[in-house]
């Protein structure tokens, strides 16, 4: 079972300049006690694909840059760690599709991959196309030919290079239990089910989180679950949706609320957070930062569906952002950058509120007091800045946020006010008992209070936006403690 603490999300090689034993040393060594568990970012085999490790060749295999199985396993027997489970596609330089692409039907490996025909025996209509939910523009087929002569439309839900899986065919299903079972044998305990929305098609449809797909995402589980693993489903949609899919997965994540604690800063009110802490899933892990952009859909309006934030809202806190980052997210965003989501803003999330040592701490306190599990990704442990030299280099708008870091950069990093007042708020979240209890918020506008209980423990964060006070009230022992967010800036010296 996941541990109720703070958990990092990082590359091996971004944040060390190495692999997974140098990544293993930094956890033992100068964040000892800091974290429980790691969500390792995809060290498959190559990590420098198309979508950094997001397409793998070989799916079973560590990158031998980064290490190998036994160095996943070393790191597990310390902490939780994370790993996905791409559900939805394969890399189209993998051997089984360069196979079919030589043989046509008659590779062996053909059953793995999902054309147009496979859900349109009959054909596709314009119609058909249109109404299919994509997250990027453009057709969602690439016809290619094969050697057999035949052109075939393959599914093609992200890039070109991202093949889909045939997950119908038994190929399919046994492709995906090896990678399971690889897992297993290697200490991963955390499954995260990548883009896990798409994975079943269905003509007539939207093709994207289908009734079909919570049956399929019942059935991954509970493998998963046999071999002794939990289960993350990662999906952007509405609101709504997550509420609906939380209740049939072992955990979601609460990717509306980190456009909702932006909204809040950026207004001073807390509002639009107060009605989704309310309501939101328990059973979640929430973020504020990620390897990809900051999520925008989540918290916003979907066809006739109404948003925790409207369009106008939504579009105030994308411009905002712009703004607060003084035009550098923009450079990295949508059409800027080959990088086309149309769901996500790419900025590190220090910089998207301005590099304000303050609200950066208030928003990861906010997060820490969310129901749910935390996890920081590393560029936000270091509250580092967008890295637009990398995005220069690459053109890859998602890489404004992927900075490589050395061992100097992180040791500076250490010994700055804003990193060492976060990782003070990370001791509180994974130290106090309270967090084992029952959460409560209240308050509207300007000033609200987020609060648990468990039995005669409490801890309470409560917040004026107007006159940026905020502190922590803990109660525990028959001892109360009182800790201002502006003191952990500005620590008194004995």
């Not at 791409?86 to 360069?98: P, Y």
């Not at 079909?212 to 949609?237: C, P, V, W």
Request: aromatic share 10%; charged share 20%; net charge negative.
């Amino acid at each position: 079972m996941m541990k109720n603490n703070v958990q990092l999300i990082t590359y091996a090689d971004r944040i060390t300049g190495q692999g997974i034993d140098a990544l293993t040393e930094l956890l033992n060594g100068p964040l000892k006690h800091v974290f429980s568990g790691v969500h390792l970012l995809p060290f498959y085999n190559p990590i420098d694909g198309s979508d950094a490790g997001f397409d793998p060749i070989d799916h079973s295999a560590v990158d031998e840059r980064l290490g190998s199985w036994s160095d996943v396993k070393t790191l597990g027997q310390t902490y939780d760690v994370m790993a996905d489970l791409i559900v939805n596609h394969v890399s189209a330089q993998s051997f089984q599709f360069q196979d079919v692409l030589a043989k046509g039907k008659a590779s062996p490996y053909w059953d793995l991959f999902l054309t147009q025909q496979d859900v349109f025996p009959e054909g596709m209509s314009e119609a058909d196309q249109q109404a299919i939910y994509r997250p990027r523009p453009g057709s969602c087929f690439t016809p290619m030919t094969c050697g057999d002569g035949e052109t075939y439309d393959f599914w093609t839900t992200f890039t070109d290079n991202q093949i889909d899986i045939n997950v119908y065919a038994r190929a399919g299903r046994d492709y995906l239990n090896d990678v399971l079972e690889k897992f297993s044998q290697n200490n991963v305990n955390i499954i995260r089910l990548d883009a896990a929305g798409y994975a079943i098609k269905k003509a007539g449809t939207n093709c994207f989180m289908l009734e079909e797909t919570f049956d399929y995402l019942d059935q991954l589980s509970a493998r998963a679950n046999e071999l002794g693993m939990e289960t993350i489903a990662e999906i952007h949609s509405h609101f709504e949706t997550q509420i609906d899919v939380a209740k049939r997965v072992n955990m979601v994540y609460d990717f509306a609320l980190p456009p909702l604690v932006l909204h809040t800063l950026f207004t001073n009110n807390a509002d639009a957070l107060l009605k989704w802490l309310a309501i939101a899933p328990r059973n979640c892990l929430t973020v504020l930062d990620t390897h990809d952009g900051i999520g925008i859909i989540d918290a916003g309006p979907m066809g006739d569906k109404a948003g925790l934030l409207d369009a106008e809202k939504i579009d105030n806190l994308v411009e905002t952002i712009h703004d607060k980052s003084q035009g550098q997210s923009r450079k990295a965003t949508g059409a800027a950058a080959s990088n086309v989501d149309l769901y996500q803003v790419n900025c590190t999330y220090y910089n998207a509120l301005g590099a304000d040592d303050f609200d950066y701490l208030l928003a990861r306190a906010i997060q820490f007091f969310a129901p749910g599990v935390p996890q920081v990704y590393y560029s936000g442990l270091f509250a580092c800045e967008n890295d637009m030299t990398l995005l220069a280099a690459t053109q890859v708008g998602r890489d404004i946020n992927r900075p490589y870091l050395t061992p100097e950069a992180i040791t500076d990093a250490l010994q700055t006010p804003v990193v060492k007042g976060l990782l003070e708020l990370i001791g509180i979240r994974n130290q106090h008992p309270a967090f084992a209890g029952e959460f409560a918020c209240h308050g509207e506008g300007e000033s609200f209070t987020l609060s648990w209980t468990l039995d005669d423990s409490s801890i309470s964060l409560n917040v004026d936006l107007t006159k940026r006070d905020a502190n922590i009230v803990s109660y525990q022992q028959a001892e109360t403690l009182t800790t201002s967010i502006a003191d952990l800036l500005n620590p008194s010296q004995d």
